[in-house]
């Protein structure tokens, strides 16, 4: 059965829906600007400068992504299997503590020994601190949204009492001002630079692993499983699929993706772990905007790529507005929430105008009723 | 003094009630084609047709729930206009659905007067409406307490109190959709005097219902509706059940499926006292103990909630059996788990099947692997093998007959008939030893049950196990070498097929043991 041109339309439109919603969400943006006394054509002229503009402001935009991206993938993976990260910001923390370690002890280590061994370090400190609260859901029924938080709570002190106490830098620990931050990492260590910018190998890596997660949804066993699991965990049961285990697994993977984007930020931008005290003053709230960029990906992880650029590029272009505009950084955010508000408004409508239209196919053959959907047996399904 | 104009109950009577023409149009999908249909004071009208074939989108419209696009409604020969549900009941119409409108924990007389003004203003004035049920029940030989609880009732008198809710509110005509589905067979005679008493009295009363033998048993006239249309109406007497059949089918039907004669082979599954709880924390068997084996349908029969869904979870390793033993071929297997009883063949045919033989948002190759998603040749060292996933349920696809646009489509976006399909090629395409299947025909059209039944047949043949749970008597009749009675969690008694008539089942079902009545 060919798709008819008629169909190909409406997929077009379907595929170009989230660019129409930010594109909305930019007009009601303007409207604020316009409030504001400032001329949203050359703010946003700063926000696509800043995001686009020059090869030095594409790779900044790229940095930023990358973070969104790794954390993406895992809440594509969670999600999938019905469990709610929260954590991300957490699992990021104690994925770049555990690397952290790793390449300020052993600094001896030739530099394509240590940064295979920090990455996996990261994910595996990010897996034990999503583990936990896979592990307290599926067997003792704790709410994982709320233990994440709680986790994440929990990986902000640990922070803090390391990058001010063991794993301080040392030259600052003689100083009054005490900024919460490890030594520098040895250059062996750094990942490499893709370009003259700061654009690195990280994202090289989240893009490879974009699609080994894509694989490992839709062409692995352990992928079917926790999909599996996420739509219904009763015919799962049926199937012979533990179902507690691949609750637990979803949730360490998740967390296993997050903390080798912390990793990665230490390894990558940084070269050390530096805090202000808060959680987003190492990760950038990138646990929290990584579930934004994930879910503006329909949970899919190459599609999670372009969302998570579109998301870097409106971090870094709104810095860079504000700087040239004088406009409040609550605006920026206040811009954040409102992409955010209208891409998932279009995907619910989206939604809704795909089950009309299945709603309504023309049967395939033979007879309504039979075949595929009549009124009667869509509202039962509904 | 009597006004024959007038019912019992005060009401005026519905003395014609037509609709001509009407068409219902749904985007892509003509769901009411210019159907005729009319219905008189004091008759009960039919209406027979398959899932889908347009009866409720019919009788939705009758009742205010959509609008036509083409076509009228004559009320006594009068024009009338139904734009929602409360000009039907003004005008005297109501519905009985098939799924209780009830709150569980207000009485009886409370759910009645649900929604209604009150004559006090804010107070409620249910003394006065428990009177007027009184009154009603009086009249129409409807046996119930205004006071009861919702919860108290069985599900014969639940019925009943949505007969007087509509009767309060003034219905001369009553839409009855699919009554009997939840009844026992005495509860549907009792229900069957009750529709006879109205029509006496001049109610005009609208029957759908799947069961041939129940609609040649209590209507005047018969419609049928096939895809939309409305092939014909018939009186009764001039009409049989094989006619009607032919009708909804479009073809002709193999009735009862010819079961042939199959030699009983050596006991496949033993029950041997099992007892396990319910969802609700109550017993929910109460030491059952059952032989089945090779080549034959062991029919489990008996009113809903009472253990059958229990029964096949603790055999299929879904619940935790807290007394006795499983054997399956000998083998002591119980609380295996549902993946290892999967190993040694035993399939099973859920009786939610969207909740749990299932998962909707998964394509119809990836349901077709739900049970062996993880051996070869469909997994291989952890990755799955799309090319022998496809070809698998390509095959099953073709050779169970699965109406789907690919095997790609999502399992959510098939009729139920051919979702049942799916997990039928599924279950019985692995040469299953043991089958359990529960309520396989449930919710099926007619061309979907025969081929159900007809599968199950093919299986006994081939000389596997197999315990049919089924609320249906016909089809427990039609298929079972031997059938048990469940009632309250117990195997009342176990009789050969040749011995059991609708009327010592139907004790059975409702507890009472035959020694003990006589």
């Not at chain 1, 709570?153 to 922070?159: C, H, K, S, Y």
């Not at chain 1, 285990?245 to 984007?261: K, Q």
């Amino acid at each position: 059965m060919k798709p008819s041109q008629k169909e190909w339309i409406s997929r077009l439109v379907d595929g170009l829906l989230p660019v129409f919603a930010t594109l909305a969400a930019l007009l009601v943006g303007a409207v604020m600007l316009l409030f504001l006394r400032v001329n949203p054509l050359q703010a946003y002229a700063a926000l696509w400068e800043g995001a686009f503009g020059s090869s030095n402001a594409l790779a900044e935009t790229l940095v930023k992504a990358t973070p969104l991206l790794l954390v993406a993938l895992g809440i594509c993976i969670s999600f999938r299997g019905d469990v709610i990260n929260i954590g991300g910001e957490g699992q990021m923390i104690v994925g770049a503590l555990l690397a952290a370690w790793l390449g300020l002890t052993f600094t001896d280590w030739p530099g394509w020994v240590m940064i295979p061994a920090a990455m996996l370090a990261g994910f595996i400190g990010g897996a034990v601190w999503g583990g936990i609260p896979g592990f307290l859901k599926a067997y003792f029924n704790v709410n994982e949204i709320l233990s994440t938080v709680m986790m994440n709570a929990i990986a902000v002190q640990l922070m803090n009492f390391l990058l001010r106490g063991p794993m301080i830098d040392p030259s600052q620990a003689e100083l009054a001002s005490k900024i919460p931050q490890t030594a520098r990492l040895v250059e062996a260590f750094r990942l490499a630079r893709l370009a003259p910018t700061r654009l690195h190998l990280g994202a090289l890596i989240a893009v490879i692993l974009a699609v080994l997660v894509y694989i490992l949804l839709w062409r692995t066993t352990l992928g079917y499983r926790i999909r599996a699991v996420g739509q219904n965990p009763h015919a799962s049961r049926y199937a012979g699929i533990n179902v507690k285990r691949h609750i637990v697994m979803a949730l360490l993977l998740s967390g296993a993706f997050a903390g080798l984007a912390g990793a990665v930020q230490v390894f990558g931008v940084n070269y050390r772990m530096i805090t202000d005290g808060s959680a987003s003053g190492f990760t950038g709230s990138a646990g929290f905007n990584g579930i934004v960029a994930a879910l503006f990906g329909q949970l899919h992880p190459i599609w999670s790529i372009p969302a998570s650029v579109l998301f870097g590029a409106l971090l870094v272009g709104a810095n860079s507005m504000q700087r040239a505009m004088q406009v409040p950084s609550a605006l920026i955010t206040a811009l954040n929430g409102l992409v955010v508000v209208f891409v998932v408004s279009s995907e619910i409508w989206r939604q809704r105008r795909q089950r009309r239209r299945l709603a309504s196919a023309p049967e395939t053959e033979s007879s309504p009723g039979s075949g595929a959907a009549s009124p009667e047996s869509a509202e039962e399904a509904v | 003094m009597i006004d024959s104009n007038r019912l019992p109950s005060g009401q005026p009577r519905i003395e014609s009630l037509e609709m001509r023409g009407v068409s219902k149009r749904f985007p892509g999908v003509l769901a009411n084609d210019r159907v005729d249909f009319d219905v008189r004071s004091g008759e009960v009208h039919a209406l027979l047709g398959e899932n889908g074939a347009g009866k409720s989108t019919l009788m939705k419209i009758l009742y205010g729930l959509y609008h036509p696009d083409e076509g009228e409604i004559l009320l006594n020969g009068q024009p009338a206009t139904i734009a929602s549900p409360t000009d039907s009941i003004n005008l005297g119409i109501g519905m009985i659905h098939q799924h209780f409108m009830l709150v569980q924990t207000l009485t009886v007389a409370e759910n009645v007067a649900l929604g209604l003004p009150s004559s006090r203003g804010l107070l409620t004035d249910l003394d006065k409406v428990s009177k007027r049920i009184l009154e009603l029940a009086d009249i129409y030989g409807l046996r119930i307490d205004p006071s009861a609880y919702i919860w108290q009732l069985s599900v014969g008198q639940q019925q009943r109190v949505e007969i007087i809710k509509a009767l309060y509110r003034g219905a001369a005509l009553l839409i009855l959709d699919e009554p009997t589905a939840v009844l026992t067979p005495q509860e549907v005679d009792e229900l069957f005097v009750i529709m006879r008493q109205m029509t006496r009295d001049g109610h005009a009363l609208i029957f759908i219902s799947h069961k041939l033998h129940e609609v040649v048993e209590i209507s005047n006239r018969v419609s049928v509706l096939r895809d939309g249309r409305k092939i014909g109406t018939k009186m009764i007497s001039e009409t049989t059940k094989q006619d009607l059949a032919n009708w909804m089918v479009g073809r002709e039907v193999g009735f009862v499926p010819d079961r042939g004669l199959v030699q009983r082979g050596e006991a496949r599954l033993t029950l041997e006292a099992v007892s396990c709880g319910s969802d609700r924390g109550t017993p929910g068997l109460r030491g059952v103990s059952l032989d089945i084996f090779s080549g034959e349908i062991l029919g489990i029969a008996g009113v809903s909630g009472n253990g059958q869904r229990e029964l096949a979870e603790s055999i299929t390793g879904l619940r935790k059996v807290t007394g006795g033993r499983v054997r399956l071929e000998g083998q002591d297997v119980t609380n295996f788990l549902p993946g290892e009883l999967t190993e040694r063949r035993l399939s099973y045919i859920p009786e939610e099947r969207m909740r749990d033989g299932m998962i909707k948002d998964f394509s119809v190759a990836e349901n077709m692997i739900l049970r062996e998603h993880h051996k070869m040749p469909y997994s291989r060292a952890g990755f799955l093998n799309l090319g022998e996933i496809a070809r698998h349920s390509q095959a099953l696809i073709q050779k169970f007959q699965v109406k789907t646009p690919s095997q790609e489509t999502l399992a959510k976006n098939l009729s139920g008939g051919n979702i049942q399909k799916v997990v039928i090629a599924r279950e019985l395409s692995r040469s299953p030893r043991v089958i359990i299947a529960a309520q396989p025909t449930r919710g099926l059209d007619i061309g979907a049950t025969e081929y159900v039944r007809q599968q199950l047949i093919e299986q006994r043949k081939a000389g596997a196990a197999i315990l049919l749970i089924s609320e249906d008597l016909d089809e427990i009749l039609a298929l079972s070498d031997r059938i048990a009675v469940i009632y309250e969690g117990q195997v009342m008694d176990i009789l050969p097929r040749e011995a059991a008539t609708p009327e010592k089942l139907g004790l059975l079902m409702a507890g009472v043991k035959e020694d003990a009545v006589a």
